[in-house]
């Protein structure tokens, strides 16, 4: 069985790093945007209000790239084994996929909602408004995926 853990992480060091910010995107930073996000580029569109960062989560061990799309509400999160892609969710600052999870939380209680990816690169579900954290079944806290 999957569980769950809600954890705050506001008092966790940030691990975003801005890389590039662009207010909205030029036909010339589209052949630079070419390089630095070559999976992601065919989604880039002069206007886009993009911002990219480098995700440096050393407390779980997660590295991975974060873009950003503001004005579209959509984002994609790629840790080396394949882009996730969503919707942003900015006053949560999660990534809500389109995939449903069930799971236990820290107190037993079923619950379910989007699985989603956090400012740490955490892969969790986003429900009841919260972001919990996922781990395995028998596995810490400390091991989370």
């Known amino acids: 069985m999957v569980e769950c853990e809600l954890i705050d992480y506001s008092e966790r060091p940030e691990s975003l790093i801005m890389l590039y910010k662009y207010p909205a995107v030029t ?4 052949a ?11 989604q880039v569109r ?3 209000d993009l ?6 989560n050393r407390t779980e061990g997660v590295k991975g790239l974060l873009i950003i799309w503001h004005g579209k509400e959509k984002a994609c999160i790629d840790m080396g084994d394949g882009n996730v892609w969503g919707d942003w969710q900015e006053d949560a600052k999660l ?4 995939d449903f999870e069930e799971a ?5 209680m079923d619950i379910m909602g989007r699985i989603a ?5 955490m892969r969790g579900i986003y429900s009841r408004r919260r972001f919990f954290t996922l781990y395995d079944h028998g596995m810490d806290a400390a091991a989370v995926k």
């Open 46 to 48: 002069a206007g886009d």
């Open 117 to 121: 990816y956090n400012s740490h690169g």
């Open 104 to 108: 236990k939380d820290d107190d037993g």
């Open 27 to 30: 036909v010339d930073d589209l």
């Open 32 to 42: 630079a945007l070419k390089d630095i996000l070559p999976d992601q580029w065919a």
């Open 51 to 56: 911002s990219i960062y480098i995700v440096d």
């Open 95 to 98: 990534i809500l996929t389109e």
